[in-house]
């Protein structure tokens, strides 16, 4: 199996989990968080359904410049647009990569802010570190939503809430 082969599997074993994760984010919760310094649901959900695009992005350019290209996320205030914009982000970045070569993997990439280079990778790795950013903010989501009390889905076994037997 190639390497282009073996991160579609991944993505879209991954894209699964999200849905499940995605869609348990209520409409009236859109503007709640934890904590003042903590992101509002809207905006980590934004985020983590607009994350697939990086795919893409590591595929099409050398790298990011914050100081060029600042994040501006979509405001996103339904459940319903939160989904069509996953599932518009997974569609753009696993049609990036069904079309990539194996080789493209190894291109250089860099993430920077202005003359300060944050990271220096390959555009393989740069992809791997989008799916990880998927993983590590949806369990920030499903705090998010534990604290309201909203059950949480499995992701890679039964979770408290949806025992698998």
Do not use: C
Not at 101 to 118: A, H, K, N, Y
Not at 151 to 160: H, K, R
Request: hydrophobic share 40%.
């Amino acid at each position: 199996m190639s390497m282009i082969q073996l991160l579609l599997k991944e993505m879209d074993q991954e894209a699964q989990i999200t849905r499940r994760m995605l869609s348990r984010v209520p409409d009236d919760k859109f503007d709640w968080q934890p904590h003042p310094r903590s992101m509002t649901i809207r905006q980590l959900a934004t985020h983590i359904a607009e994350l697939p695009t990086w795919v893409s992005l590591s595929l099409t350019t050398n790298g990011i410049d914050f100081a060029t290209t600042p994040y501006n996320p979509a405001i996103l205030n339904t459940a319903e647009e939160l989904m069509a914009s996953l599932e518009q982000s997974l569609a753009d970045g696993r049609n990036q990569l069904a079309q990539a070569t194996d080789e493209q993997l190894s291109e250089p990439w860099v993430m920077r802010q202005g003359d300060q280079i944050i990271s220096a990778m390959t555009k393989g790795e740069a992809i791997r570190v989008s799916f990880s950013q998927i993983v590590h903010h949806r369990a920030q989501l499903g705090v998010f939503l534990r604290l309201l009390d909203i059950p949480i889905p499995g992701s890679y076994g039964p979770s408290a809430d949806e025992p698998w037997f």
